[in-house]
Structure formats: structure tokens, C-alpha cells
């Protein structure tokens, strides 16, 4: 007897019957075990359209046992013919024989189709191709989604399996709090998806990162570690977070920074970002700023003019606030402040040549070397008395200037350009014997008196001898001597 199992509208079922038929008289078609005939045989066969549901099959099996002759079971029997039926949401196992560009093409083990396994259905990851997921020979299990009799094709998923079996393990993970691993295989609207497991997570944009990210996309094929944060057990919805793992690993790491910093203290660490009032430095996981002032001796516009970022650079800690957790780093080394340049270079005394970088009513100041200036005090400027320094300086000039003293301790420095003016030593007249013979002679009278014009020539009488005398022993001042010719000269 021949027994054929399947829906009376199945065309697949009605071709099954006819060939049956053709072969075997007691051929019978059959949808469910009640409609079995109640007659013995002692050999039976059996078939089933591929649309068939597999409960049905196993009632006819069982069915059958009860009326077969043989020693063995039906059922028994029907295991060992090798005869697989597939229904939709079976899951078995198959064996890779072909991988092509677009799809995979498995033996099914007994069936009468291959399944076919398409490179959408193989994995979630769009990066991969066929061949980096599977190999000819390897054994899978896989998803049946479905059969259809009629082209002669069985339609195979496997990353649906994964993802059924990835659920599970997803629910354990968010109910322990575990830390989960994934690579981000696309951006969405408002976040990215992480594959894990086999599972696609979202997780938000805002929790994508410790700080905002502007393009998303930049994510994209970035293994990341991440944690559960929220389950739809109805929508089969998941919601990671990876920032809450991130902010865990940096608070661990400012823990123990902050219980080993100490002043003075020595790292090397990677300039992150710049700022107009400075640069954050990277100190191993804490980011720590360093103000321009404490880049550089010189007077900067911009960090930028020091470092660059990514630079690795030698930093020390200059002073630690730890109620408000804020450090300031040093990065100019003290060998190189310019005064202590200036100090190990120049004392009092020392002529230095300067430049002139600014003027003040009290004087000028001079640059002896960048970052260090000294004060020309508006009396050291000449050897003359000056109403104000532009007068005799300008801005840029550059002149020469005796270290007349230092301070070091409060950086002033005084110079003198008049301690450099050659000094005239006046010269001694020669003294002349005087004759002491009586005055004699002629003289032009003129006036003082610019009104009154005297051109006349008079005869001087010889004066007294002790008169003349007495004149010569008594010394008179420019003015006094001024009066007097201008007295006489009034009387005549």
C-alpha cells in the first residue's frame, strides 16, 4: 500500500498520488490519520508534499504502526528510510557544500532540497561577505523560513537562530549587569546599532560616547564594550549603553590618579585639545589643563604656538586643589626663565646693549634680552637735564646702558646711558703776572640802555696805585660784575 499525505488542493500532492498510482493499486490520499484505510498490508510506503505540517506526518506514522505486520515499527522504519520533512520555524542542522558571492547553498541531510542561505540572512554584519562567515563542509544549524514545494526551494536563515538564541543570553546578561562586547555595524536616527551575539542593540546617541558626537557615522566598525540598560520583552527591544561603561573606567582612573599626584610630580602625557587659555593634557586617562602662561616664558597669542595636539609632551604638577579636584600643570622648565638667564650671565657694572620697548614720563625701558627688561631712569638718560625721555629716545632704538643695579628677587634691573658720557675736566687757566703799572689809555663808552647810542672815545686818567690793587684782590660774581658796567656806563 502506498499512502500519500497532503492537502487535496496541493497541486505538489495531487502529482504525488498520480505517479503513486501508476505504481502501486492501493494508492491512498490522505490529510489527517482518520482518513487511514483499515486494511493490512505487509508492505507499505509512504510520502508527503513538502508543504505538509509535520505533526500530521508523525500521527500517520504512528498510525500506521498499529497496522503494519512487519517486526519493526513503522515509525522505526520510517527513521531508517532517511526521509526528512521541513516545515516552517523547524531548526536542523546542514552542511555547507557551496559559498557563493550572494549566498549559501546547504545540504539539508536527506531532504530532497538544498537550502539556500542568502548573505542577508547569513549575518547582520553588512561588511562581511559569505566566505568570512562560512567555509564548504562546515556543519550549521539554520533557521527554515520556508518551504516551497512547488519551485523546489527551501528558504534558510541563521542569523534569525542566532538572534533566537542570542535572546536568552541578552535577558541573562541584562539581569546580571554584564558587560557585553560588539562592533557598531550602522547609524540610525538618534543612536547606532551594536551587533552582539548575534543580536542588534540600539543604543542612543547620548550614551554612544562619553562627549556629543557629531557624525555618527564615524563609528561605524568600532568594537565596543557596553552594558543592558533597558529590555521590551514584548517587542524584542534592547537598549545598551556605552558611555556608563566609559564613565566607570574614567572615574576608576581619577581615583587613583588623584590618590598618587603630588606636587611637583613629573608625567607624560598627550596635548587632547586647544583652547584660547590653554591646552588639556592627556595624563593617562585624566585630562588636565595647562594655562598658556604656563607654556611658555614668552607672552603667547595662542598654545597653538608651543604645541600642537597629539604632541607628547613633559609636564609637572604646580599646584594642586583637591576640594575643587583641579590641578595646574607646568610646562616651561626653570632653566629657562630669562631672568635666571640674566642673572647667571650679567652683574652691576656690565655694559649691555639694549632696545628701547617702552617710554614712560620717569624714564625708558630696555629690553637686555627677550622676557627681560631694565629701567633708564629719566636722570640717566643724559648728561643734561631733559623735560621727557621721547626727547632724547624712541621706541625701538637701540642703545648701550650700564648695569648700575639688580634685584633679582623682585626682577628690576637699572641702567644708565649717562654713566657712559665721557665727563669734560675743566681746564685750568693760566695764570697771567700782572703788571701792576698804571692804567692808562683810551676806551669806546657805550650803554647798556639799547635806546641810547654813545660812540665816543675818552682818555683814561692813570688811577692810584693802591685803587687798582684793591680791584684785582676782590672777585666778583657775573651778575655783580653785569651791575656795575651797567652803573658806570649810566654815569658817563
Known amino acids: ?24 493499486e492501493n494508492t491512498y490520499l490522505v490529510e489527517t490519520f482518520a482518513e487511514l484505510p483499515r486494511e493490512r498490508y505487509n508492505k507499505i510506503g509512504i ?76 549575518t547582520d554584519d553588512p561588511s562581511l561577505k559569505p566566505s568570512d562567515v562560512v567555509k564548504e563542509g562546515e556543519t550549521i544549524k539554520v533557521y527554515v523560513i520556508g518551504v516551497n514545494d512547488a519551485e523546489g526551494k527551501v528558504v534558510l536563515s541563521r542569523k534569525k537562530l542566532i538572534a533566537m538564541e542570542s535572546w536568552n543570553k541578552i535577558k541573562a546578561a541584562y539581569e546580571a549587569g554584564e558587560v557585553l562586547e560588539g562592533k557598531i555595524i550602522k547609524a540610525v536616527k538618534g543612536g547606532v546599532i551594536v551587533l552582539s551575539e548575534g543580536y542588534q542593540v540600539f543604543v542612543p546617541a547620548r550614551q554612544a560616547s562619553e562627549r556629543f558626537v557629531q557624525d555618527l557615522q564615524t563609528l561605524v566598525g568600532s568594537n565596543v564594550k557596553f552594558r543592558i540598560i533597558e529590555i521590551d520583552e514584548r517587542r524584542h527591544r534592547v537598549v545598551g549603553s556605552i558611555r556608563v561603561l566609559l564613565e566607570e573606567a574614567r572615574k576608576e582612573i581619577e581615583d587613583k590618579f588623584w590618590s598618587e599626584v603630588s606636587l611637583d610630580k613629573k608625567y607624560t602625557g598627550t596635548v587632547k585639545s586647544l583652547t584660547s587659555f590653554g591646552a588639556f593634557v592627556d595624563l593617562g586617562g585624566v585630562d588636565v589643563l595647562g594655562h598658556i602662561s604656563e607654556l611658555s616664558w614668552n607672552k603667547l597669542k595662542h598654545p597653538s604656538e608651543v604645541v600642537k595636539e597629539g604632541d607628547l609632551i613633559e609636564v609637572y604638577v604646580k599646584d594642586i586643589d583637591e576640594e575643587k579636584k583641579k590641578i595646574s600643570l607646568g610646562y616651561k622648565k626653570a632653566e629657562d626663565n630669562p631672568w635666571v638667564i640674566a642673572q647667571n650671565k650679567y652683574s652691576i657694572g656690565d655694559v649691555v646693549k639694549c632696545k628701547i620697548v617702552r617710554i614712560l614720563p620717569f624714564g625708558a625701558f630696555a629690553e637686555i634680552i627677550p622676557n627681560v627688561d631694565g629701567l633708564i631712569h629719566i636722570s640717566q638718560i643724559a648728561d643734561r637735564r631733559i623735560g621727557k625721555p621721547e626727547d632724547v629716545l624712541s621706541i625701538g632704538e637701540e642703545v648701550e646702558a650700564k648695569i648700575t643695579d639688580v634685584n633679582w ?14 665727563v669734560e675736566e675743566p681746564q685750568e687757566a693760566e695764570e697771567e703776572e700782572i703788571e701792576e703799572e698804571p692804567v692808562s689809555g683810551s676806551a669806546l663808552v657805550y650803554s647798556t640802555d639799547p635806546d ?32 656795575a658796567a651797567a652803573e658806570e656806563t649810566t654815569e658817563e
Open 1 to 24: 500500500m502506498m499512502i500519500v499525505i497532503g492537502g487535496r488542493e496541493s497541486s505538489n500532492t495531487r502529482k504525488l498520488f498520480e505517479i503513486s498510482k501508476q505504481n502501486c
Open 47 to 122: 510520502t508527503a508534499g513538502a508543504s505538509t505540517p509535520g505533526r500530521i506526518i508523525e500521527e500517520v506514522v504512528k498510525a500506521m504502526s498499529e497496522n503494519t505486520k512487519n517486526e519493526e515499527s513503522f515509525a522505526e522504519l520510517f527513521e531508517k528510510s532517511g526521509i526528512k520533512t521541513l516545515n516552517n520555524g523547524d531548526i536542523v542542522d546542514g552542511t555547507v557544500v557551496e559559498v557563493r558571492n550572494n549566498e549559501v547553498i546547504v545540504d539539508l541531510g536527506g531532504f530532497k532540497y538544498n537550502g539556500q542561505l542568502s548573505a542577508e540572512q547569513l
Open 409 to 422: 628677587d623682585e626682577k628690576k634691573i637699572s641702567l644708565s646711558i649717562r654713566a657712559l658720557i665721557p
Open 452 to 483: 641810547v647810542v654813545v660812540d665816543e672815545e675818552i682818555e683814561i686818567e692813570p688811577a692810584e696805585e693802591e685803587t687798582v690793587q684793591e680791584a684785582a684782590e676782590e672777585p666778583a660774581s657775573e651778575e655783580t660784575a653785569q651791575e
